[in-house]
C-alpha cells in the first residue's frame, strides 16, 4: 500500500468519529470515584529513574475553568512563557525551549509540525482528568522533542451504571466569560462522556507603561479572546479483555493581538485557529501479554491577518500517527515493552517553499526487572528511528529506583533525546523580513543525567514527602535563529553546546483528620543553562539563556473543612535576561491567587461556589517583555452537577 493510500484509509476510519455522539461519563476526582479500568503504560511502568510528578485534584478542580498554562505555572517549577492574558503561553522544563517538551494526550504528540510547538492558552483544564509532568529527557520513550521532559496528558474512564450531567459557570473581571457543560453515561461495557466550552475575555486592564516616556497609564487594546471547543470520549468493552477507545476533540481560538508597550500604535493584528483531533485505540488483554494498536488524525489551521499592513497568511499541517505496542511479561519481576509508530506530516504555509511532506518509522523497546519485592525497579530503554529513509543515532535511556533505607529511596537517569527539526526551521521564506530556513540544520541531540533522594512517612496521617534532585543536560545542534553579519538576513543555525544543570526541592505535607484537610506543598528550582558554544562570541559565551530563570519557587496551601475550602498559591519567578549577553532583563515577579470555596447538596444535585482572587497582590509585572500582565483581579463561578 502505497504512503498516500495509507494515510487515506487511516483518515477515512477515524472519520468514522463524527458518528458517535452518545453521551458519556466523566467524575470528579475527588468524590463519587466509579472503579476505572487502568491499563499500565510506558508513563507508569517504564520510567523508573525519571522525576514525575502529578497535577493535584484538587487544583485541576479549582482551576476548571483555567487553562493548562496556568495550572501548570502555579501548581509546578515549570516555566510558563506567557505573551500576556489569553495569548501565546509555552512550557520551558529545566532551561529547554518549548519544542523540547512532548507534550501527549492519551498517548499522541500534539506538537505542530510547522513550528515543533504547542500553545498552552489553548488547552481548557476543563478538558482534562489527569496531569503528569515527566522531567528530564525521554526520546527513548517518546521520540523527537522530549529533550527537556514530557507532559502527559489524558481522560478517565470508567465503567458501571451512571447517568449525570453538570453545568459551570463562571464571570470575572474583564468581562472574563466561561461557560462549560458536561454529560456522562455509563453501563457495565460502555462508558461515553461529551464536553463542550465557550469562553471569552475583552482584556481590557490598565497598566503602568513602563516601556514610554513618563510612565502613563493605559488600557491594553485589541487583546479580546475567544474560544469553543468539545471533546467526545467514548470506551466500550468488547469482550472481558478487550477494549477500544474513542476520542474527538475539536476547537476554535480568535485572539487578538495587541501592541508591544513600547509600541505607540494601536495593532489590528488576529490569529484565528482551529484544530481537529481524532484517536481511536484498541487494546486487548491476556495473562502475560497487552497488545495495544492505536492510530490518531490531527488537522491544524491558523490564520494570521494584519490589516495594517495588508497581511493575511494561513497556515496548515496535517499528522497521521499509527502505532502498535506490546507489553509482556515474562514472570513477575521481568517485564518487556515493545512497538513500533508510523507518522505522517505534512505542512503548508506562504512562507514555505512547498507544501512538505515527512514520514517517520521507529522502533522501541524498554525492558524492566523488579528486585527484592519491587524494593529495586531498573529499566532500559531504546528507540531508532527513520526518517525519510535516513536514520538518526540511537537513543536510549537507563534508570534506577531504589530503597536505600526505611522511608528513604533514591532514583537515578541517563538517557539520550533529540529533536528532528520544524518545517519552519528548514524551510522558512520570507523575502519581507530577510528571515529564511536552514535544510542543512541537524538533529538536536541531548544527553541527560539527574539523581534524586526521596523521604515519604511509612504513616498515611499526616503524610509527609520531600525530595531533591540534582540534574545535568547538554544539548548539542541547539537550533537558533541567528542574524548575519550586517544583520540584513536571519535563519536558524546549530549551536555547539547549552548547558543546563540546577537542583530541585520538592516537599509536601497532607493531613486528614476528620472533616478537616490540609495540604502544603512547595517547590523550588535553581537552574543554569548557559550557551558554551565554542564559537559563540566572548559577550555570549558562558551567559545564561534569555528567559531562563536563575530562582522559580510554588508553594500551595490548601484548607478544607466540611463543605468550606480555602487555597492560596504563592509563586515567584527570579530575574530572565533577555539578551544574549545578559546585559538586559525582566525583573522577577512575585504573585499571590486565592480561590474560596463552598459546596452544598439537595437530594441528586450537587452545587460548588467559588471567589478567585488572581494577583491578590497587585503585582506590576511581565513575563515577557514588552507584554503587560493584569494586576489584581476577580473570578466568581458556580458549578451545578447531577448524578444518578
Known amino acids: 500500500m502505497t504512503k498516500i493510500k495509507k494515510t487515506f484509509v487511516l483518515a477515512g476510519t477515524l472519520a468514522c468519529l463524527n458518528s458517535f455522539g452518545q453521551i458519556g461519563k466523566t467524575h470528579d476526582t475527588i468524590v463519587n470515584m466509579k472503579e476505572a479500568v487502568i491499563i499500565s503504560n510506558r508513563l507508569q511502568q517504564f520510567t523508573p529513574g525519571n522525576k514525575i510528578l502529578s497535577i493535584d485534584s484538587i487544583a485541576l478542580r479549582n482551576h476548571a475553568t483555567n487553562t493548562l498554562g496556568d495550572i501548570i505555572s502555579s501548581q509546578s517549577q515549570v516555566q510558563i512563557n506567557n505573551y500576556g492574558a489569553g495569548a501565546l503561553s509555552s512550557p520551558s522544563i529545566r532551561g529547554t525551549g518549548s519544542a523540547h517538551t512532548a507534550i501527549l494526550w492519551n498517548g499522541f504528540n500534539l506538537q505542530d509540525v510547522l513550528n515543533g510547538e504547542l500553545d498552552f492558552s489553548q488547552i481548557p483544564a476543563f478538558f482534562l482528568d489527569d496531569v503528569k509532568l515527566q522531567f528530564g529527557g525521554c526520546g527513548a520513550l517518546y521520540g523527537s522533542g522530549a529533550i527537556g521532559g514530557a507532559i502527559n496528558l489524558s481522560n478517565d474512564k470508567h465503567f458501571g451504571s451512571s447517568l449525570g450531567a453538570s453545568l459551570i459557570t463562571s464571570y470575572g473581571s474583564y468581562e472574563n466569560y466561561f461557560e462549560g457543560a458536561e454529560c456522562h453515561f455509563g453501563q457495565k461495557d460502555f462508558t461515553a462522556t461529551i464536553r463542550a466550552f465557550n469562553t471569552s475575555i475583552r482584556n481590557d486592564f490598565d497598566f503602568t507603561n513602563i516601556h514610554q516616556y513618563g510612565n502613563p497609564l493605559q488600557k491594553l487594546q485589541n487583546a479580546e479572546t475567544r474560544q469553543q471547543g468539545a471533546l467526545i470520549d467514548n470506551s466500550i468493552l468488547l469482550t472481558q479483555n478487550q477494549k477500544l477507545n474513542i476520542h474527538l476533540w475539536f476547537q476554535s481560538n480568535d485572539h487578538n493581538i495587541p501592541a508591544l508597550m513600547n509600541d505607540t500604535n494601536i495593532s489590528k493584528q488576529n490569529e484565528k485557529n482551529q484544530n481537529i483531533r481524532r484517536t481511536i485505540e484498541w487494546n486487548r488483554t491476556g495473562i502475560r501479554s497487552d497488545f495495544f494498536v492505536r492510530m490518531g488524525y490531527f ?149 541527560n543525567e539527574e539523581v534524586s533522594l526521596n523521604y515519604a512517612t511509612l504513616k498515611k496521617k499526616p503524610s509527609i514527602e520531600a525530595g531533591i534532585t540534582a540534574f545535568n543536560s547538554n544539548v548539542t545542534n541547539w537550533i537558533l535563529w541567528e542574524p548575519n553579519a550586517d544583520y540584513s538576513v536571519w535563519k536558524p543555525m546549530n549551536v555547539d553546546t547549552v548547558w543546563s544543570r540546577g537542583l530541585e526541592l520538592n516537599v509536601s505535607f497532607v493531613h486528614n483528620y476528620g472533616s478537616f484537610l490540609m495540604k502544603v506543598t512547595g517547590m523550588y528550582t535553581y537552574l543554569k543553562t548557559t550557551d558554551e558554544s565554542k564559537a559563540a562570541d566572548s559577550t555570549v559565551r558562558h551567559k545564561q539563556l534569555i528567559y531562563v530563570p536563575n530562582h522559580k519557587a510554588v508553594a500551595n496551601v490548601y484548607f478544607e473543612y466540611k463543605n468550606f475550602s480555602l487555597s492560596y498559591a504563592l509563586s515567584y519567578t527570579g530575574d530572565r535576561f533577555t539578551t544574549a549577553d545578559n546585559t538586559d532583563k525582566v525583573k522577577g515577579y512575585l504573585t499571590g491567587d486565592f480561590i474560596i470555596g463552598k459546596s452544598f447538596a439537595y437530594k441528586n444535585y450537587k452545587f460548588n461556589i467559588d471567589l478567585h482572587v488572581n494577583n491578590a497582590w497587585n503585582a506590576k509585572y511581565e513575563i515577557m517583555q514588552f507584554y503587560p500582565m493584569p494586576g489584581r483581579n476577580y473570578q466568581l463561578g458556580v458549578k451545578m452537577s447531577f448524578d444518578k
Open 299 to 447: 488537522n491544524n489551521y491558523k490564520l494570521y491577518e494584519d490589516p495594517s499592513y495588508n497581511v493575511r497568511a494561513d497556515y496548515k499541517s496535517v499528522s497521521s500517527i499509527s502505532e502498535f505496542e506490546n507489553n509482556y511479561k515474562f514472570s513477575t519481576n521481568f517485564k518487556l515493552n515493545s512497538g513500533c509508530n508510523y507518522t505522517h506530516e505534512k505542512g503548508e504555509s506562504p512562507n514555505l517553499d512547498k507544501t512538505h511532506q515527512r514520514d517517520r518509522i521507529a522502533i522501541f523497546s524498554s525492558l524492566k526487572y523488579n528486585l527484592k519485592n519491587n524494593r529495586i525497579k531498573a529499566v532500559v530503554s531504546g528507540r531508532e528511528e527513520i526518517v525519510n529513509g535516513h536514520n538518526n543515532p540511537l537513543t536510549y535511556s537507563f534508570g534506577i529506583d531504589g530503597e536505600v533505607a526505611k522511608r528513604f529511596n533514591i532514583r537515578a537517569n541517563i538517557n539520550k533525546s533529540y529533536r528532528i527539526p520544524s518545517f519552519n526551521d528548514l524551510y522558512w521564506n520570507d523575502l519581507s523580513y530577510n528571515m529564511f530556513g536552514n535544510p542543512d540544520l541537524k538533529n538536536e541531540e541531548g544527553l
